[in-house]
């Protein structure tokens, strides 16, 4: 059984001489006509999240779209299918915007199709910068198969209870155990991936350590909660050294807990019934400062 944590990991001081390249470029990989939002939302969580570059690689139809929902972002114009959807990428020219940046999120509002599970497999194969997987990127690889997820060790699977059984359904032959926290321990372990299975109670886990959510309420039950989730885990793991590195596991926990509790703040203020993403969003800076501040009371004690 896996050593329960219930410690949530400080966040590092930002140095005075610090710029934006220490605190991490993240690339997002999504979008498709009808999703334009999602990486929007990745991109202005992990900006709110602290990340000093974000980059959203989007097809060309909706570049100029997506880049005037997140003005601090920059995008790039990706090939495209007739229905809106990335199509198959020049293996080289996807791994060197990867290299350009130090950390990946990829999937929100993507699609899926034949191309796009490629896709998903070349970066798990072929990334050497930790990556960050959610929605239809999950998708694709379980269409994909157990070889495509598990490739890499450097990344985070950020499931729903839907994505979590096609996950399971793709790695083992054997109906999902009716407890989350083990089949949360079960894949992370089969893939070696830290698995974030999200819901009521979200559960990490990397296999030997798993910790339980306990921040967040039922208001956060609305479309683009995962994407903000996934900026704010793509923002950990991009920082650089000079700033402060987080393994993929606490760059987990540490997101979870923080989105978690901009939905707490969110429904103090507005109420569960009538929140939405971008409130979560909204709540980032207040939550941030409140482990900026713990962290320095830790400094102080």
Same mark, same amino acid.
Request: glycine letters at 8%; charged letters at 20%; proline letters at 5%.
């Given at each position: /059984?896996?050593?329960?944590?219930? &410690? ?18 993240? %690339? ?27 980059? /959203? ?27 809106g959807l990335i199509s198959r990428l020049d293996v080289s020219d996807l ?11 990829? $999937?929100?509002?993507? $699609? ?28 694709? %690889? ?14 985070? %699977? ?5 994505? /979590? ?17 083990? &089949? ?32 967040g309420n039922p208001g956060m039950a609305s479309g683009g909660s995962g994407?903000?989730?996934? $900026? ?7 920082? &650089? ?33 009538? /929140? ?16 900026? &501040?713990?962290?320095?009371?830790? %400094?102080?004690?």
């Open positions: /059984m896996a050593e329960q944590v219930t &410690q949530i990991p400080l966040l590092p001081q930002r140095h005075t001489a610090g710029h934006k390249g220490d605190f991490g470029k993240v %690339l997002v990989i999504g979008g498709s006509r009808g999703m334009i939002g999602a990486p929007a939302l990745v991109a202005n969580a992990a900006l709110r999240s602290g990340a000093g570059l974000v980059r /959203m690689a989007v097809p060309e139809s909706i570049q100029l779209t997506v880049a005037s929902l997140a003005p601090c972002a920059t995008s790039l114009p990706l090939d495209e299918n007739e229905d791994l060197d915007m990867v290299e350009q940046n130090d950390a990946v999120a990829v $999937g929100p509002g993507l $699609g899926c199709s034949s191309d796009l599970q490629a896709l998903g497999e070349v970066l798990l194969t072929e990334c050497k910068k930790p990556i960050v997987v959610d929605a239809d990127g999950l998708n694709n %690889l379980a269409a994909a198969g157990i070889k495509a997820i598990q490739a890499c060790a450097n990344k985070i %699977l950020t499931p729903h209870p839907g994505e /979590m059984r096609r996950l399971w359904r793709a790695c083992f032959a054997e109906e999902p155990p009716s407890q989350r926290i083990t &089949q949360a321990e079960k894949l992370a372990q089969r893939c070696h991936a830290v698995v974030v299975l999200k819901g009521a109670g979200t559960v990490v886990t990397n296999g030997q350590r798993t910790y339980l959510n306990a921040t994407d903000v989730l996934t $900026g704010c885990i793509g923002a950990l793991l991009a920082r &650089q050294p000079a700033a402060g590195t987080f393994e993929p596991f606490d760059a987990a926990v540490l997101a979870v807990y923080v989105h978690g509790r901009c939905g707490d703040l969110a429904a103090a203020k507005l109420g569960q019934t009538s /929140m939405i993403a971008t409130d979560i969003i909204q709540y980032l800076p207040a939550a941030w400062r409140e482990q900026e &501040q713990r962290a320095n009371d830790a %400094l102080d004690a």
